[in-house]
Structures are given as structure tokens and as C-alpha cells.
T-cell receptor
Framework: DTAVSQTPKYLVTQMGNDKSIKCEQN?????MYWYKQDSKKFLKIMFS???????INETVPNRFSPKSPDKAHLNLHINSLELGDSAVYFC??????????FGPGTRLTVL | DAKTTQPPSMDCAEGRAANLPCNHS???????VYWYRQIHSQGPQYIIH???NNETNEMASLIITEDRKSSTLILPHATLRDTAVYYC????????????FGTGTRLQVFP
């Protein structure tokens, strides 16, 4: 199936740990994104990559580091996890300037 | 900040038309109106978009006022599976920038 996929779907971890969320799209899109949806359901952009290059880096702590090994992947690595990082993280992709397609989300719970 | 205003919630009887309004009084001439929805625990899903003409696809219709300061998303025959949060977003086309999601309208379709 053509889609945006994320792994894992659920991630439960302790404060202070380092974790990664993987995202892959097989749609041939040039641009990939990470969004964060908090407990109040606000959905906000974190990062945007176009052809492996960082375009947008909103005000996100530098504990968050996106990595794009190739155009089809944009992984999110988080260092020293904090309670406030608990949220649902969505990966998305789009053709250049086109419509965004979202992944199913990764629910991160920091204990 | 989101450039759109939507009612926080609406109800609709199954089989009836759901009309979801959106105000975007500061929309720029080159900005499109996009509608996404987010069903519980899933990623946002694209529905429809338009510039100034009314648009229709297999999911919905989009009615944009002549002055483009507001629009209405119409789900002609709402089903229980249409229960979701609906987001109205304005954004220029061919924009590699992020989508700015507001708080959306929570549509509850009841039997």
C-alpha cells in the first residue's frame, strides 16, 4: 500500500531516556514533516525537510533531532526525554508545495 | 497562529447534510482554503480544497463566498464514520511551509 508509515505506534519510556521514531513514505514525495499533537489536541509543525534538507525548524528544543537518510525517510530522535514530551507525533509528506498526507501517529508516553 | 475561525463543535443526524462553517476574513489573494479531518487516534486526512470556485469531490463539497472571507464544508449525507475534528486551513499553493492547524470543529454524527 502506498502510504506514510510510522513506527512504533506506541512508545512508553522513562524520563531521561533517548528514543527514536521512524517515518517512511513510499509516495515519492519531496517534502516530509514532523508534527506534534499535545493533550489539548493542538497540532503543530516541528520540522520540515525537502529532499533531505531542513527547511523549517520551529521552536523545538534541540533535544529533538530529525534525521533524513534519504528522501523517503525522516526519523525523529529525542534525547533526554521529559514529561512534557508526551504527545502524539505525526509524520507527513507532500509533493513540493502539494497536499500533505499524514501517517497514523506515534503516541509517546514519558513516565 | 491559525488564520481561521471555526465553531468548536457541531452535531448532525446520520443521513443529513453536515454544514461546517469557517471564517477566514484575512485570507490573501493567493491562498487556498483546505479542509482536513482527524478521526479519533488517526492522522489528519485531506478532504478538499479550493481557491474561489465551489468544489466537489467524492467526500464533500466546498462553498466559498464571493469575497472569500468564509467557506462552508458540506458532507451531503453524514454517516457515523464522519465523526471527527474538521480543520479549515488557509495556505498559499506550492508552499513548502507548514500547515497551521487551528482548533477545528468537532463534528458528532448521531444515529
Amino acid at each position: 500500500d502506498t502510504a506514510v508509515s510510522q513506527t512504533p505506534k506506541y512508545l512508553v519510556t522513562q524520563m531521561g531516556n533517548d528514543k527514536s521514531i521512524k517515518c517512511e513514505q513510499n509516495l515519492g514525495h519531496d517534502t516530509m514533516y514532523w508534527y506534534k499533537q499535545d493533550s489539548k489536541k493542538f497540532l503543530k509543525i516541528m520540522f520540515s525537510y525537502n529532499n533531505k534538507e531542513l527547511i523549517i525548524n520551529e521552536t523545538v528544543p534541540n533535544r529533538f533531532s530529525p534525521k533524513s537518510p534519504d528522501k523517503a525517510h525522516l526519523n525523529l530522535h529525542i534525547n533526554s526525554l521529559e514529561l512534557g514530551d508526551s504527545a502524539v507525533y505525526f509524520c507527513a509528506s507532500s509533493p513540493l508545495g502539494g497536499l500533505e498526507f499524514f501517517g497514523p501517529g506515534t503516541r509517546l508516553t514519558v513516565l | 497562529d491559525a488564520k481561521t475561525t471555526q465553531p468548536p463543535s457541531m452535531d448532525c443526524a446520520e443521513g443529513r447534510a453536515a454544514n461546517l462553517p469557517c471564517n477566514h476574513s484575512t485570507i490573501s489573494g493567493n491562498e487556498y482554503v483546505y479542509w482536513y479531518r482527524q478521526i479519533h487516534s488517526q492522522g489528519p486526512q485531506y478532504i478538499i480544497h479550493g481557491l474561489k470556485n465551489n468544489e466537489t469531490n467524492e467526500m464533500a463539497s466546498l462553498i466559498i463566498t464571493e469575497d472569500r472571507k468564509s467557506s462552508t464544508l458540506i458532507l451531503p449525507h453524514a454517516t457515523l464514520r464522519d465523526t471527527a475534528v474538521y480543520y479549515c486551513i488557509v495556505s498559499p499553493p506550492y508552499n513548502t511551509d507548514k500547515l497551521i492547524f487551528g482548533t477545528g470543529t468537532r463534528l458528532q454524527v448521531f444515529p
